[in-house]
């Protein structure tokens, strides 16, 4: 199945080079390829397959978002669906991307960020189907504040509650009435226990973390939501952490996952990514350039994020591997992450059958000679999938086998 | 002649304000190829270049910072790249660019999607972190700063050129 996919892909791509030579003069600025609210030119998407086995998708395009459904895995799609009649000014920095959730009784919650000033501000907006997807309520913010929130993940708790976490800015205010200095933005969280229509008042988790990356949000078991993200440690430091939540309205403590010093006053604008395995093995993957170690890394814990293994460097470091992305199945975990060679981005992937232990050799499932929205997995409880929106060949998903 | 002079000053100051409002600051298409064209208009001159973004929180600090330091140093090419891929970006690149004090730097904004490979010409280990600078000396000898920079340090390498061109 691998190999079917890579030659096919490999295929793809020779053909449409030299169109894509000609047209890049026409079509320069946009990360999409068409202006239109349709799939084929959105910049971001995001898949979710609900317990039937049907695969929904939540996307970016054309100052939208859209919802439609395929039920034979990605080769049509139900006519789409608009979450909202007018245009947005959607948040389209690096990480942002809307968040789809399917409930086992069919209702789908979503959320995503707009910039809500011309200071680019953000706000975090949420709505809910419960008509499966026929349409949506009426979009509202996830929470009262007024101040930036961007960066929201949205998870399905074990007892049908959807639990949301963002990166919030409301925190500066008070420290700048006090002539503080305040750094970052607050990891905040809320729960909705209708299906995300509405959402408890939104919490503090941890204050003073990166401001511009995407967080990784898993369920370690039923009502215990685990957070990765970037933090702002001692000094600066951008380094990654875990936090494990003793129930959904309970913050645990700041577990570092990894102590790679990277100090730096910017935006790494590049999230981590988290999954755990039913036997409860926490599987990270993130990016740093730290002076204790660059590129991409993956680690995992036994222990709740107490301790970590050392990092294991991903992909090829003359190759600019990115944007890693790490999924737990029942057959096994599987790790995804970009490449670019100075021409084409390619889609890594490798496998593991012992909990990430140990890891198969990478091999390259899908390429594109044009930009291309981060390498994400989805899974339908039982394959894998690629799920890729590429500017130059549309949407993909692709069933990654194990290769043996 | 007080008269004149003022009239004169008022022509001037109108015309001025009209010039800026009709011909904002020129934005450049960063594209395929740009980089070199960067590197090779200003080879031989000590350069600042400077990547940035209008969504990017320590580069609304720095911003003013680096009008300051361009004022300064009419001896240094200042060139600055917006490297966010927001779309519809040119005014709020403008405004924020004026508002700083370079409206008249050298100003470029990434107009090719394919960030990757834009990112890749000029500096392949570079994954897209913003602010991030880059000082390049007479030599071509480049010292990259990720983050923000710390003025003092760019005091101390444009003294450091100075002094090497005597």
Known sequence: ??????LATLALSLCQTTAQAQMSHHQHASEAACEEVELRCASKVTPAFASDGTLWLAWMAGGRISVASSKDQGRSFSAPVQVTQEKLNLDWGPDARPQIVVEKTG??????????????NGQVLATRSIDGGRSFAEVQPITASNESQRFAALGLDADGSVFAAWIDKRNRVPAQQEGRKYEGAGLFFASSKDGGASYAEARLAADNTCECCRLGLAFAGPGRPVIVFRNLFEGGVRDHAVMTFTDPATPGEVRRVSNDDWQISACPHHGPSLSISPAGTYHVSWFTNGKARKGLFYARSEDEGRTFSDPLPLGRADRNPTRPYVLTGPRGATMVWKEFDGEKTSVNAMIS???GKSWSKPVTIASTTDTSDHPLLVSDGQATYLSWMTKADGYRLLPIGDGS | MTRRLLVALFLFASLATARGAETPS???????GSWQDVLRSHAGRPTLVHFWGVTCGPCKVELPLLGQFMKDHSEIDVVMI?????PNLPGATRAMLEKAGLGSAENWLFSDGFVERLRF?????WQGDIPRTLLIARDGTVTTIEGSAEIPDLEKWSAQQKAAMR
């Not at chain 1, 199945?1 to 890579?6: A, D, E, I, P």
């Not at chain 1, 209702?107 to 680019?120: E, H, M, N």
């Open chain 2, 82 to 86: 917006s490297a966010d891929l927001v």
């Open chain 1, 1 to 6: 199945m691998l190999r079917t996919s890579l």
């Open chain 2, 121 to 125: 010409e000029i500096d392949p280990a």
């Open chain 2, 26 to 32: 020129e934005l450049k298409p960063f594209v395929r």
């Open chain 1, 353 to 355: 059958h012992d909990e």
């Open chain 1, 107 to 120: 209702g789908i919650a979503l959320a995503f960020s707009i910039f809500r000033d011309k200071a680019f």
